[in-house]
């Protein structure tokens, strides 16, 4: 008795090809899990970030709170693996020209003059607020109170997108 299969080549292909398709929709749903992951910690930061009262000639009010980023990076090497960070960003820093009050020497005894470049929206100063510094800022720890309650959020919202975008691939 001897049997005859047929069509082993075609089945080979279609698999490949319906694997091909699998690990493109996995890293769409990893990106995806990943950026609804940060969300919740962005969120989570926005609201304990500290605002000043109000806006000063050097700074905006808010600033800390308008400039949180997110950045995304899947594995280049075809692991379904990825990263993302959270992060303050100088992105949308503007530059205002305020007069000098007075004109002063630089050590080399140059006379400086004229307008000073101020950035209003750079957020450069989070670390001092957060972890605060020597000569009078206190410490907010903003950062650390947002890890706590955001990580288990997290880590939950990332598993069920990411358990969900895969459903829907599979099925």
Do not use: C
Request: a positive charge; aromatic letters at 6%.
């Amino acid at each position: 008795m001897s049997v005859k299969i047929t069509g082993l080549k075609e089945l080979q292909q279609a698999l490949k090809k319906k694997e091909k398709e699998i690990q493109s929709k996995a890293k769409k749903a990893i990106r995806k899990s990943l950026n609804a992951g940060a969300k919740e910690v962005k969120d989570t930061l926005k609201s304990v970030v500290p605002v000043m009262k109000s806006s000063t000639n050097f700074r905006q009010k808010g600033v800390l709170r308008k400039n949180i980023r997110q950045k995304t990076r899947l594995s280049k090497n075809g692991e379904p693996a990825g990263k993302t960070t959270v992060f303050f960003s100088d992105k949308n820093k503007s530059i205002a020209l305020k007069d000098r009050e007075r004109n002063r020497f630089t050590q080399s005894g140059k006379l400086l003059t004229g307008p000073v470049k101020i950035y209003l929206n750079d957020p450069y100063f989070w670390h001092m607020v957060d972890r605060g510094t020597v000569n009078g800022v206190k410490a907010q720890h903003f950062m650390k109170k947002a890890e706590q309650v955001a990580k288990d959020r997290a880590l939950r919202t990332v598993k069920s997108t990411f358990e969900k975008e895969m459903k829907d691939v599979i099925k």
